[in-house]
């Protein structure tokens, strides 16, 4: 048993992009203890810490040596080993150099029944401070780093410098080099508040030291929830509730060290703008939290974090004040020229826009997407007036000065300015809603209208990029054709709306010259949605064998599937689910040895015994309801009326031999399964179950 200690690493930087600065500590621990593992280490848990200048981990409980271990290789065989006279030839000593041994070191055993030569021998395990420099240099060469860069004359490479390097291996300094520095046992404290070293003596003090004599929170939850409990405090002092993403959250936890919040104000003057303009230009222009009241109305404050416990904090304060000013009032000035005009007035100059070289303009897709619109709203029983004039306008606001500068405002723009030019409330809606989802879980479009032209604009896309040849690939998806994929489903199940998926496709199809959207490019999409929906319900932990049974019907409606696998999932819930699905898949079995004999309907007077006509009895008894259940899509009320088939199946199977010497009984006996067969397919097929 070897001793054990904790073992410090962290990396002083220049100051890391905030966002990064999480995910680069959580992937440095990860490495880490990975590299250690496969090195034969045995640690306990492990922590990392992460401010702007600092990646660190904390590994507990850390082997001080490998364990000792039996290193054996087989080499060549014994007669290619020897030549005729027995002398060694080149294999076997080139065998016995990559081994640092004589051949006659060597020993000879049978492996699968033939000599080979082999090689054994028992190797002492390396201490820790042996082992540590390579294994710290493999794991940083792993970290994956998007734009590594260099700094002074050397050719280290990481995401930004690296200007100090502790490693602890408890209260010992570990001897290892990298990015042209030597580790050193001490880490450094706040860039003003405490610049100076700071000796860590134990890799368990580390944290506590950086807090108390470094004024860093150097864990970044503890620092993210003291975040948290300071803007709270202040927005509970104006009285308003802060807004703010996780995202953004994130980010700023990422931009401080020591968090000191602090209130500030702005011009009422500037809330004539759309507040969704104020809110972007706050939270990613400066990293401000903004403030709402109780009623959700933007108030003319905000939360800014600083990093430094300032003795003048009002001059902070005024500075970052100063600093909103200008945007807001670019903001506004672009927002006031926008107004001037009407947003359809823009439609011509659409024509200027390039959609995709091979596309056309978006006057092109604007008009494709009002057909597609009209044809889905019918379909849908939806208002095709407002459904047409929304895709008329929906990408008129894409040519204004605020979306130019805010790209995040595509849409809601568009919302603010067609109520500023009379445009019906619905129409307006449905031009914001028609980029939703903007983000995976995001907010779905409410208005049927919304509904229409988000999924007509969205297929569009679809098949055109599909068409041209520029589907997505790995990790490539310049087009934005998986959330598009995505999107569209997730309205059409979630929001239930029942619409023949293949025809939508065709129709969008339709709208592009033939020569590109062909069948087999139609077929793709479809092909490449259904993986995307059977990605979806995977996501949300219906088990696989559900999503294929259901799958393997290809209903043509999203939201007609997901009614299915619901019904299925709960099915199989029943006491006779499990031999349902057995006897299903027995049935199966038999329909697929006699496939391309034609049953036809079951003829009642050739039922000669008792357990067959009592299933042809019940399966007459329950079929017209069934049926009209599945009519219906009350697939779970068929499902458990088909429940009821479970005695007389098992029955008929337990009496019955199908496959009779009397070829009409045979085939009368098909019928009658091919007739069960039928009812459950109506909704699933049940053979692909697992018990």
């Given at each position: 048993?070897?001793?054990?200690?904790?073992?410090?690493?962290e990396?002083?930087?220049?100051?890391?992009?905030?966002?990064?600065?999480?995910?680069?500590?959580?992937?440095?621990?990860?490495?880490?203890?990975?590299?250690?593992?496969?090195?034969?280490?045995?640690?306990?848990?492990?922590?990392?810490?992460?401010?702007?200048?600092?990646?660190?981990?904390?590994?507990?409980?850390?082997?001080?040596?490998?364990?000792?271990?039996?290193?054996?290789?087989?080499?060549?065989?014994?007669?290619?080993?020897?030549?005729?006279?027995?002398?060694?030839?080149?294999?076997?000593?080139?065998?016995?150099?990559?081994?640092?041994?004589?051949?006659?070191?060597?020993?000879?055993?049978?492996?699968?029944?033939?000599?080979?030569?082999?090689?054994?021998?028992?190797?002492?395990?390396?201490?820790?401070?042996?082992?540590?420099?390579?294994?710290?240099?493999?794991?940083?060469?792993?970290?994956?780093?998007?734009?590594?860069?260099?700094w002074?004359?050397?050719?280290?490479?990481?995401?930004?410098?690296?200007?100090?390097?502790?490693?602890?291996?408890?209260?010992?300094?570990?001897?290892?080099?990298?990015?042209?520095?030597?580790?050193?046992?001490?880490?450094?404290?706040?860039?003003?508040?405490?610049?100076?070293?700071?000796?860590?003596?134990?890799?368990?003090?580390?944290?506590?030291?950086?807090?108390?004599?470094?004024?860093?929170?150097?864990d970044?939850?503890?620092?993210?929830?003291?975040?948290?409990?300071?803007?709270?405090?202040?927005?509970?002092?104006?009285?308003?509730?802060?807004?703010?993403?996780?995202?953004?959250?994130?980010?700023?936890?990422?931009?401080?060290?020591?968090?000191?919040?602090?209130?500030?104000?702005f011009?009422?003057?500037?809330?004539?703008?759309?507040?969704?303009?104020?809110?972007?230009?706050?939270?990613?222009?400066?990293?401000?939290?903004?403030?709402?009241?109780?009623?959700?109305?933007?108030?003319?404050?905000?939360?800014?974090?600083?990093?430094?416990?300032?003795?003048?904090?009002?001059?902070?304060?005024?500075?970052?004040?100063?600093?909103i000013?200008?945007?807001?009032?670019?903001?506004?000035f672009?927002?006031?020229?926008?107004?001037?005009?009407?947003?359809?007035?823009?439609?011509?100059?659409?024509?200027?826009?390039?959609?995709?070289?091979?596309?056309?303009?978006?006057?092109?897709?604007?008009?494709?997407?009002c057909?597609?619109?009209?044809?889905?709203?019918?379909?849908?029983?939806?208002?095709?007036?407002?459904?047409?004039?929304?895709?008329?306008?929906s990408?008129?606001?894409?040519?204004?000065?605020i979306?130019t500068?805010?790209?995040?405002?595509?849409?809601?723009?568009?919302?603010?300015?067609?109520?500023?030019?009379?445009?019906?409330?619905?129409?307006?809606?449905?031009?914001?809603?028609?980029?939703?989802?903007?983000?995976?879980?995001?907010?779905?479009?409410?208005?049927?209208?919304g509904?229409?032209?988000?999924?007509?604009?969205?297929?569009?896309?679809?098949?055109?990029?599909?068409?041209?040849?520029?589907?997505?690939?790995?990790?490539?998806?310049?087009?934005?054709?998986?959330?598009?994929?995505?999107?569209?489903?997730?309205?059409?199940?979630?929001?239930?709306?029942?619409?023949?998926?293949?025809?939508?496709?065709?129709?969008?199809?339709?709208?592009?010259?033939?020569?590109?959207?062909?069948?087999?490019?139609?077929?793709?999409?479809?092909?490449?949605?259904?993986?995307?929906?059977?990605?979806?319900?995977?996501a949300?932990d219906?088990?696989?064998?559900v999503?294929?049974?259901?799958?393997?019907?290809?209903?043509?409606?999203?939201?007609?599937?997901?009614?299915?696998?619901?019904?299925?999932?709960?099915?199989?819930?029943l006491?006779?689910?499990?031999?349902?699905?057995?006897?299903?898949?027995?049935?199966?079995?038999?329909?697929?040895?006699?496939?391309?004999?034609?049953?036809?309907?079951?003829?009642?007077?050739?039922?000669?015994?008792?357990?067959?006509?009592?299933?042809?009895?019940?399966?007459?008894?329950?079929?017209?309801?069934?049926?009209?259940?599945?009519?219906?899509?009350?697939?779970?009320?068929?499902?458990?009326?088909?429940?009821?088939?479970?005695?007389?199946?098992?029955?008929?199977?337990?009496?019955?031999?199908?496959?009779?010497?009397?070829?009409?009984?045979?085939i009368?006996?098909?019928?009658?399964?091919?007739?069960?067969?039928?009812?459950?397919?109506?909704?699933?097929?049940?053979?692909?179950?697992?018990?």
């Amino acid at each position: 048993m070897t001793d054990k200690k904790d073992l410090l690493v962290e990396l002083g930087t220049e100051d890391l992009p905030a966002r990064l600065v999480l995910s680069q500590a959580t992937e440095l621990g990860e490495v880490l203890c990975e590299q250690l593992a496969e090195a034969e280490l045995r640690f306990g848990e492990h922590r990392v810490f992460c401010t702007p200048r600092r990646l660190a981990v904390v590994v507990e409980q850390l082997d001080a040596c490998q364990p000792d271990r039996l290193v054996e290789r087989w080499g060549p065989a014994k007669a290619i080993a020897f030549d005729e006279a027995g002398n060694p030839t080149a294999a076997a000593t080139g065998f016995a150099r990559s081994c640092d041994i004589e051949v006659d070191q060597l020993q000879i055993e049978s492996n699968s029944g033939e000599p080979k030569l082999v090689f054994r021998e028992q190797r002492a395990g390396l201490e820790i401070q042996a082992l540590l420099p390579e294994l710290l240099k493999a794991v940083f060469g792993k970290l994956s780093v998007r734009k590594r860069m260099r700094w002074n004359a050397g050719e280290d490479e990481f995401i930004r410098p690296v200007r100090w390097l502790t490693v602890l291996y408890g209260t010992e300094i570990v001897s290892a080099r990298a990015f042209g520095l030597t580790c050193g046992g001490v880490s450094y404290g706040h860039r003003f508040h405490s610049p100076k070293a700071i000796k860590i003596p134990q890799p368990s003090h580390y944290n506590r030291l950086l807090e108390t004599e470094g004024h860093v929170l150097a864990d970044f939850s503890a620092r993210q929830e003291e975040i948290l409990n300071q803007v709270s405090a202040l927005a509970t002092r104006a009285k308003a509730e802060p807004v703010y993403t996780q995202a953004l959250l994130d980010e700023i936890t990422g931009l401080v060290e020591w968090p000191q919040a602090l209130l500030g104000e702005f011009d009422p003057r500037f809330l004539e703008v759309p507040r969704e303009v104020l809110i972007i230009t706050m939270q990613d222009k400066q990293k401000y939290i903004p403030l709402v009241d109780q009623a959700g109305m933007l108030l003319p404050r905000f939360i800014m974090l600083s990093n430094i416990d300032s003795a003048a904090p009002e001059q902070v304060r005024l500075g970052n004040e100063k600093v909103i000013v200008p945007r807001f009032e670019d903001a506004s000035f672009f927002w006031q020229r926008d107004l001037a005009r009407a947003l359809e007035s823009r439609l011509e100059t659409l024509k200027d826009v390039v959609f995709e070289k091979e596309l056309g303009n978006l006057h092109d897709k604007t008009l494709r997407t009002c057909r597609l619109a009209e044809a889905i709203g019918e379909e849908l029983g939806a208002d095709l007036q407002t459904c047409q004039r929304a895709a008329r306008l929906s990408k008129c606001d894409l040519l204004t000065e605020i979306v130019t500068e805010l790209p995040e405002m595509q849409g809601i723009a568009g919302r603010y300015m067609a109520l500023h030019d009379g445009e019906e409330p619905a129409v307006a809606q449905a031009i914001e809603e028609q980029y939703l989802p903007r983000q995976a879980g995001g907010a779905l479009p409410k208005s049927v209208p919304g509904q229409v032209l988000a999924i007509a604009d969205k297929l569009d896309t679809l098949v055109g990029i599909f068409a041209i040849g520029k589907k997505p690939t790995g990790l490539k998806d310049p087009y934005g054709l998986r959330r598009a994929a995505l999107g569209v489903l997730r309205i059409l199940v979630e929001t239930e709306l029942n619409i023949d998926l293949p025809s939508a496709l065709k129709r969008a199809g339709g709208l592009f010259p033939a020569k590109l959207a062909t069948d087999a490019v139609i077929g793709e999409v479809h092909e490449y949605m259904i993986k995307r929906l059977y990605a979806y319900f995977s996501a949300r932990d219906v088990a696989h064998d559900v999503i294929d049974a259901v799958l393997a019907n290809r209903p043509a409606s999203p939201f007609d599937i997901a009614t299915r696998i619901d019904a299925v999932a709960r099915f199989r819930k029943l006491e006779d689910a499990a031999r349902l699905a057995a006897a299903n898949k027995r049935i199966r079995n038999i329909l697929k040895k006699t496939a391309g004999a034609e049953p036809g309907a079951v003829q009642k007077e050739l039922l000669r015994q008792d357990a067959e006509t009592d299933l042809y009895t019940a399966i007459e008894a329950m079929s017209r309801d069934v049926e009209d259940l599945f009519h219906q899509r009350q697939y779970e009320q068929a499902l458990r009326k088909l429940a009821g088939l479970r005695q007389p199946i098992d029955s008929f199977f337990d009496h019955v031999m199908v496959m009779d010497d009397d070829e009409a009984l045979k085939i009368n006996r098909i019928a009658l399964l091919a007739r069960i067969d039928a009812l459950f397919m109506h909704v699933a097929d049940f053979s692909r179950l697992q018990s």
